[in-house]
């Protein structure tokens, strides 16, 4: 590179940070580009209903089936959609997929529900709940489908412009979901005040929950401290049939985790619909439907 030989004083950085941020250049186009050719890939957990033990919605979560790098997990490129300004994009691809998703799930008699993950960044984006109308719109899914996952740490962000756009979502009648509950700092006044109809409690607590008194008490004050805030409570990260019978004796509304199922390819999750306990019964026409 050039600037090896620059003598001039203007060699600003080391050959290795220009080859890391070159290569952070190219990333980022990549990214763009995956965006643009549908290189992304949706994933979809499951979420039951603590009450019927039956699947009641599911998650939406992004893979990049990358051309050369493999199969990359979202905590390997949100970051730099974060970073580069490709959250919108991102979000909105995610959004139209994770719609489309649920319709044909609806169109099969299975009356569930989506969630999608929104970023710190979406929330300063004044466009968004018009953006989301449309969405809804043209995927024909009614807005009470949608479940929108933002994190303790992306609600107390800049709160003013924030509940702005809380506050549009709420009143279009899609469900607010404060997600990763507990791991942030935030302040329970101001989260009390926000539009929210849903908390979930972080996979961290519950994981250890059986092991660890204090992140048991943490889960049980929780799940009260949610209904006492008229809120539904969920807890993610259930992988034992132990922790999903103490979450129901505790009354938690809602739980994720690898014990019902991994995320799944949209294939694997009808094939999965059809075949597990967690969603028998869920509609008796499933299988014609979906033959
Ligand atoms: P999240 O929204 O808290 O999603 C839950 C994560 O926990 C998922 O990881 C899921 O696979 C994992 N998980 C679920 N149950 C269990 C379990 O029982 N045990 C363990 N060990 N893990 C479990 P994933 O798919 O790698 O996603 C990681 C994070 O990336 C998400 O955390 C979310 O913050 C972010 N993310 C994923 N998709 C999107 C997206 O479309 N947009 C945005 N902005 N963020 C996304
Ligand atoms: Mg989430
Ligand atoms: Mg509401
Ligand atoms: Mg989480």
């Not at 490709?86 to 995610?94: A, E, F, G, P, R």
């Not at 609806?106 to 466009?127: P, Y």
């Not at 991994?262 to 979906?290: F, Q």
Request: aromatic share 8%.
């Amino acid at each position: 590179y050039a600037a090896k030989h620059d003598n001039c004083g203007f060699l600003l950085y080391s050959e290795s940070q220009e080859q890391s941020s070159r290569a952070h250049l190219t990333f980022k186009s990549e990214l763009r580009q995956a965006i643009e050719n549908d290189e992304l890939v949706l994933y979809f957990q499951p979420k039951i209903d603590h009450t019927t033990a039956r699947i009641m919605g599911v998650e939406a979560l992004v893979r990049w089936q990358h051309p050369k790098r493999g199969f990359l997990p979202p905590d390997q490129f949100i970051l730099t959609a974060e970073q580069t300004g490709l959250m919108q994009s991102l979000t909105h691809w995610v959004l139209e997929k994770a719609l489309l998703q649920c319709a044909a799930l609806h169109k099969a008699g299975i009356f569930i529900n989506v969630a999608v993950n929104l970023s710190a960044r979406n929330l300063h984006d004044k466009q968004l709940p018009a953006n989301i109308a449309r969405l809804l719109d043209k995927t024909n899914v009614e807005p009470s489908y949608l479940v929108l996952e933002i994190t303790e740490s992306a609600m107390m962000a800049d709160q003013a412009s924030a509940l702005v756009i809380l506050n549009q979502l709420d009143k279009m009648d899609v469900t607010l979901a404060i997600d990763d509950f507990g791991t942030g700092f935030s302040s329970l006044a101001y989260l009390s005040k926000l539009p929210v109809d849903e908390i979930k409690i972080d996979k961290s607590f519950v994981m250890e929950m059986m092991s660890d008194k204090q992140a048991l008490v943490i889960v049980k004050s929780t799940i009260d401290l949610g209904h006492n805030l008229g809120l539904k409570v969920v807890a993610e990260g259930v992988e034992t049939l132990e922790a999903w019978h103490a979450l129901t004796e505790w009354g938690c509304d809602c739980a994720q985790g690898y014990l019902m199922s991994k995320p799944l390819s949209a294939a694997d999750l009808m094939r999965w619909i059809n075949e597990s306990s967690w969603a028998e019964g869920i509609s008796a026409n499933s299988m014609k439907n979906l033959a």
